[in-house]
């Protein structure tokens, strides 16, 4: 029985964790738990010129996002392409499905010409290039729509919201069978982001020509299909460093070079693994780490982002932060008298069989456009409270909330 190895470990790991956090997600919602999207980094590359030119946070990019990027750039330079063939879960769903396909019997990859292949590989930089450029000029996540990451994350909710994400997911699924990281190498954004890294960093991949008896075993055991066999040094930035080349090579020709230094297989994957996972238990105990927002409904400067609310808000939560009575919602969705606000928005029009105007069941985009129907009505009262209140008692609970004359009650709604 072959030996699991530690990246296959490292891989089990990841994918474990990731589940786990998308479960509790859907289960609890984000005000209980965190979204999956803060832990991907993604969404910090693709919001990173955004956030350079305003210091905005968009919703669904945390510091986290940005703390994960910045690892993982660090451990490229010094030890290549490890997220994706260490800690990426779609890159370890894929290879492990290809794995099963084989010992099903489809043995055979379904390969490019290398001519075009060659050719192919560039597509990533300009779906990357693509990406920033859009999320930049409309101030939004454009490729969360696109990402299997956030379908695989969602465990097959909302398909109707991110049927593009879907497909995207169910094209990576069954291209996996018959290839080998097809996606990876011709589509994935991230992972071009972490080749042009890899061009500057320290690691190196060298082929012994006295050694190696060019059996072709290399470029098999390559999830990137990479024509070892016949490079003195392997700098291609496709090269995951997952060492299956280093690993299978029946002579031993290829060896792992860092600052020119010569380091042993095992102790280049324990290092990689040891690294990351210290590192990150460290980080998510410190006061950086962040992974939700204090509310995902109003934003820092205390304005409602009615477009922020998602199905798994519960209504109470809604009333308690928008300051939207419950009989507003009773009055215009038609909510019972008797409801019970602690359930998910998502969940209320099933539960109590609700429909809107269209005679469709009521779903989150309902209560946003009554919070905004109710914010243009508290509008054209002229009322300075910004949350339409009159004498309220709360100090310390509103982000608005001013007393200059010690009476008690916000100088606002007075």
């Not at 980094?41 to 919001?47: G, I, K, T, V």
């Not at 939004?140 to 879907?166: M, Q």
């Not at 072709?216 to 392997?234: F, M, V």
């Not at 054209?380 to 209140?389: A, G, L, S």
Request: glycine residues 4%.
């Amino acid at each position: 029985m072959k030996k699991i190895s530690i990246r296959t470990i490292s891989q089990i790991i990841i994918v474990g964790i990731v589940l786990f956090l998308a479960f509790t997600h859907q289960q609890y919602g984000i005000e209980q738990a965190s979204p999956i999207h803060a832990y991907c980094p993604f969404w910090a590359l693709e919001w990173a010129l955004t956030y350079i030119f305003s210091g905005e946070f968009l919703t669904k990019t945390y510091r986290s996002n940005y703390i994960l990027l910045a690892i993982f750039v660090l451990l490229t330079i010094f030890f290549g392409r490890v997220f994706c063939g260490f800690f990426c879960p779609l890159g370890a769903i894929s290879e492990r499905l290809r794995a099963l396909w084989k010992k099903l019997g489809i043995k055979k990859d379904v390969e490019l010409p290398d001519t075009l292949d060659k050719y192919m590989r560039y597509v990533k930089y300009l779906v990357l290039l693509i990406i920033i450029y859009f999320s930049f000029r409309y101030t939004a996540l454009v490729f969360d729509a696109y990402d299997p990451f956030s379908a695989f994350a969602h465990l097959g909710n909302e398909f109707d919201e991110l049927i593009f994400a879907y497909s995207v997911l169910g094209f990576v699924v069954i291209t996996a069978l018959f290839s080998k990281g097809r996606r990876c190498r011709y589509f994935c954004p991230l992972g071009a982001f972490f080749a042009l890294v890899k061009k500057l960093g320290f690691f190196k991949l060298k082929r012994d020509n006295n050694t190696c008896i060019s059996c072709g075993i290399c470029r098999k055991s390559c999830p990137a299909n990479l024509k070892i066999k016949t490079a003195d040094q392997i700098t291609h930035p496709d090269c995951i460093s997952c060492m299956e080349c280093v690993n299978d090579c029946p002579k031993n020709s290829l060896d792992v070079y860092i600052l020119g230094k010569k380091i042993k297989k095992q102790t280049f994957l324990w290092v990689v693994t040891w690294i990351f996972f210290i590192t990150l238990s460290i980080v998510i105990w410190t006061p950086l780490w962040k992974t939700k927002p204090v509310s995902n409904i109003i934003s820092d400067q205390w304005i409602i982002k009615v477009e922020n609310i998602r199905w798994s808000n519960t209504l109470q939560y809604v009333i308690d932060t928008t300051k939207v009575p419950l009989t507003y919602f009773q009055e215009k969705l038609q909510l019972p008298v008797d409801i019970d606000t602690t359930m998910k928005l998502k969940e209320i029009g099933t539960t109590y069989d609700i429909k809107n105007l269209s005679w469709e069941i009521i779903e989150t985009e309902d209560f946003r456009i009554a919070i905004d129907q109710y914010e243009e009505k508290k509008d054209n009262q002229e009322v300075t409270c910004p949350f339409w209140e009159v004498n309220c008692e709360f100090p310390g609970e509103c982000g608005a909330y001013t007393d200059q004359d010690k009476n008690q009650i916000c100088d606002y709604s007075e």
